[in-house]
């Protein structure tokens, strides 16, 4: 019967040792970001919990030209705080400077394509 009572607080302290943050809570917030006018797509989103009660994360936001940076910067950082992700980074950057990066480096380009970047 202990056992049973335990396991709840064994769960949360896996998770917490394994630095995982609950799935349902990650793709709800990158759905929600997904849908911001300008918002072209992300990458490098990283979602962890630091303690039993603290989650933590950066992401990186690419943007369409026209976008304005510190607006999107906003709007994704309410939403990670709505769903109690703290201590946030937020890289936004816009497409002509993902498309010159990518012509600068090849490996960049093919992760692109791979990733189909732009085209969510």
Known sequence: M???SVLPLL???AMTLLLQTPSNIKYEVLER??????VLSYSDEHFWNLSSSMIVGSIHIQISNNGD???VTSQVQAIL???QIQNLTVQV????FFNHLTGLNSALGQLATSQNFFNR
């Open 2 to 4: 202990i056992f049973l």
């Open 81 to 83: 705080k709505e769903a």
């Open 93 to 96: 950057e816009k497409q002509v």
């Open 33 to 38: 970001i997904l849908k911001l006018e300008n």
């Open 69 to 71: 940076e510190q607006r």
């Open 11 to 13: 769960k949360d302290s």
